[in-house]
């Protein structure tokens, strides 16, 4: 590619290897997000147009401006992450849930062990397919029951959270989602919105949306929850930042609370104690309050 083409403004600016590291130094110490150096490319393509929207020269000049701007987070996050998602992911774990948990959890209330009461938290919720489509088990198979289903939903890209909190997807997705779900839960769209399927009023009643960044100490959500989802995030952090953010989601668990990890993560030692109970699975040990 020519200095004349990245001059006005197409494909990826230069980044030195010095400016990649002052970087990506400056992500890890505020989101825990580990760009080794085979991320260089990836950096470049994803912010090179939020610089030159700045009016900026370089990616170090970029440094300097999210120094002195503490707004620039938002938007820099917001391209740095990736957020590939689908309805019912790895099935097998709503499986469990459907026909393991859910029956559990029902026989427990009946016996008066537990309250009709379930709070669920998709952590790193990106556009919403997770959130929703655990919505839609619950909702179907507790609500009717009695039950009251909260679900809070997180990320710390406000771009997908919006996108998350419209409910709304191309309607190309709905062929993720089991046909008896699908005709209950989903509307699809007419005239503006044709071609696009949207979440029903029963599902987002149950919704909860916020920002919340993992790499923080300290995170702003009220009480504990029966089910955490975190799934295909922590690939994301080295091994000390998994650490730390294992350790504030499994506290925010109840005992006899579920964890659920994406396919390709493990969840290791841990200062809470959990036992697996299903691929990537795991159930904090103690009798659930």
């Given amino acids: 590619m020519s200095v004349a083409d990245q001059i006005v403004?197409?494909?990826?600016?230069?980044?030195?290897?010095?400016?990649?590291?002052?970087?990506?130094?400056?992500?890890?110490?505020?989101?825990g997000i580990h760009l080794g150096p085979a991320k260089k490319a990836l950096l470049a393509g994803r912010l090179s147009r939020r610089v030159r929207d700045l009016g900026l020269q370089s990616f170090g000049a970029y440094h300097e401006y999210v120094q002195e701007?503490?707004?620039?987070?938002?938007?820099?996050?917001?391209?740095?992450?990736?957020?590939?998602?689908?309805?019912?992911?790895?099935?097998r774990q709503f499986e469990f849930v459907d026909r393991q948990l859910v029956p559990q959890l029902r026989a427990a209330?009946?016996?008066g062990q537990r309250p009709r009461?379930?709070?669920?938290?998709?952590?790193?919720?990106?556009?919403?397919?997770?959130?929703?489509?655990?919505?839609m088990l619950l909702v179907d198979r507790?609500?009717?029951?009695?039950?009251?289903?909260?679900?809070?939903?997180?990320?710390?890209?406000?771009?997908?959270?919006s996108q998350a909190e419209l409910a709304t997807?191309?309607?190309?997705?709905?062929?993720?989602?089991?046909?008896?779900?699908?005709?209950?839960?989903?509307?699809?769209?007419?005239?503006?919105?044709?071609?696009?399927i949207r979440a029903s009023d029963e599902l987002r009643s149950v919704m909860r949306f916020e920002r919340l960044n993992l790499a923080a100490q300290r995170y702003?959500?009220?009480?504990?929850?029966?089910?955490?989802?975190?799934?295909?995030?922590l690939i994301?952090?080295?091994?000390a930042s998994k650490d730390q953010v294992l350790r504030r989601l499994l506290e925010r668990l109840v005992p006899g609370g579920h964890f659920f990890l994406g396919h390709a993560e493990t969840l290791g030692p841990t200062a809470v104690p959990m036992r697996s109970v299903c691929p990537n699975v795991y159930v904090r040990e103690g009798v659930a309050s």
């Fill in 169 to 196: 997807w191309p309607i190309a997705r709905a062929r993720e989602i089991p046909e008896r779900y699908l005709k209950r839960y989903m509307l699809r769209g007419v005239r503006g919105q044709e071609g696009r």
């Fill in 109 to 111: 209330a009946d016996a």
């Fill in 117 to 135: 009461r379930l709070r669920a938290w998709s952590a790193g919720c990106s556009s919403g397919e997770e959130p929703f489509s655990l919505a």
């Fill in 220 to 233: 702003p959500l009220a009480g504990t929850f029966d089910l955490i989802f975190c799934r295909n995030v």
């Fill in 9 to 31: 403004g197409f494909g990826p600016l230069p980044v030195s290897d010095r400016d990649f590291r002052s970087l990506t130094r400056l992500i890890y110490s505020e989101a």
């Fill in 142 to 161: 507790l609500v009717p029951a009695g039950w009251d289903v909260e679900i809070v939903a997180t990320d710390v890209s406000t771009r997908v959270l």
């Fill in 69 to 91: 701007h503490p707004e620039e987070w938002v938007p820099l996050l917001d391209r740095i992450t990736t957020n590939e998602t689908h309805f019912f992911r790895e099935p």
């Fill in 236 to 239: 994301y952090f080295d091994q």
